[in-house]
């Protein structure tokens, strides 16, 4: 069965860092390029990074650029998203999606297999 897992979520200060991480189980990522996305209430879906199946290519949402870093483990078949300098308006719930043989260059759409999420709350 294939699976999406987040973890590494939760409450920090304005300015503080999390770690995200999406490890896949029943599957390889390999040949997977993986997005991570957020929801928050009231707020459109954002599309927060990506990175295509080498690792060699990235992107990033406008509002997080410079400050998140998105990174890929092969070996240990994860996806992790370094989330630095934050602030309550990166508050939502973080999710990995992955797409079978596409890039990052793909549309949103094109990213079936979800995790479940996890929640990152950015307050003083």
């Known amino acids: 069965q294939l699976q999406l897992v987040e973890s590494g979520g939760g409450l920090v200060q304005p300015g503080g860092s999390l770690r995200l991480t999406c490890a896949a189980s029943?599957?390889?990522?390999?040949?997977?390029?993986v997005r991570w996305f957020r929801r928050a209430p009231g707020k459109e879906q954002q599309g927060v990074a990506c990175i295509n199946r080498s690792g060699g290519h990235t992107t990033y949402g406008e509002s997080v650029n410079g400050r998140f870093t998105i990174s890929r483990d092969n070996t240990e078949n994860t996806v992790s998203l370094q989330m630095n300098r934050l602030n309550p308006d990166d508050t939502g719930v973080y999710y990995c999606?992955?797409?079978?043989?596409?890039?990052?260059?793909?549309?949103?759409?094109?990213?079936?297999?979800w995790g479940q999420g996890t929640q990152v709350t950015v307050s003083s």
């Open positions: 999606a992955a797409a079978l043989l596409k890039s990052c260059r793909d549309p949103e759409n094109l990213f079936q297999y």
């Open positions: 029943g599957f390889s990522l390999d040949n997977y390029s």
